[in-house]
């Protein structure tokens, strides 16, 4: 995605998100492309093999992500808006989120997000869903 079509603003009125993996907000003008997501879990594998461990169910979804976009031709740039589903969380989660997302995002290209605590997902096991949706011209 070109600069000129998306537009991040994070007012100084406002916190910093940048550490916790997100933007405030994004504008994108003449989107002639956009790729919606759905829900990636950290199953690995096609007998989606889920760890007991929170983060490698994030970094597992996350792949999962990626893969999701390659095959529609976008990558993880072109990621404008992610909604994030933890079962129980906490904190400690919520830093261990923070780091993977700027491990996969640059601090100028943090996708808008929204984190919503649940008491569990779709299969028994799973820690941790994002969906997303993607732009690019």
């Known amino acids: 995605m070109n600069k000129t079509n ?3 603003i994070n007012p100084t009125d406002l916190f910093d998100p940048t550490p916790y993996g997100f933007a405030h907000s994004i504008k994108v003008t ?3 492309s956009i790729c919606f997501v759905s829900g990636q879990s950290g199953g690995i594998g ?3 093999e889920l760890s007991t461990d929170f983060r490698t169910q994030v ?9 999701q976009l390659e095959l529609q031709s976008f990558n993880m740039h072109d990621v404008v808006k992610i909604t994030l589903l933890i079962v129980d969380h906490n904190e400690d989660k919520l830093a261990m989120w923070s780091e993977e997302a700027r491990a ?3 601090k100028t290209a943090l996708p808008t997000s929204t984190l919503i ?3 569990q997902l779709a299969l028994s096991g799973m820690l941790f869903e994002i969906d997303a949706i993607a732009q690019k011209s």
């Open 6 to 8: 998306r537009h991040t």
């Open 117 to 119: 605590p649940v008491q």
């Open 46 to 48: 096609l007998n989606h």
């Open 59 to 67: 970094r597992a979804a996350l792949q999962n992500l990626k893969l």
């Open 104 to 106: 996969n995002w640059e």
């Open 30 to 32: 003449n989107p002639t």
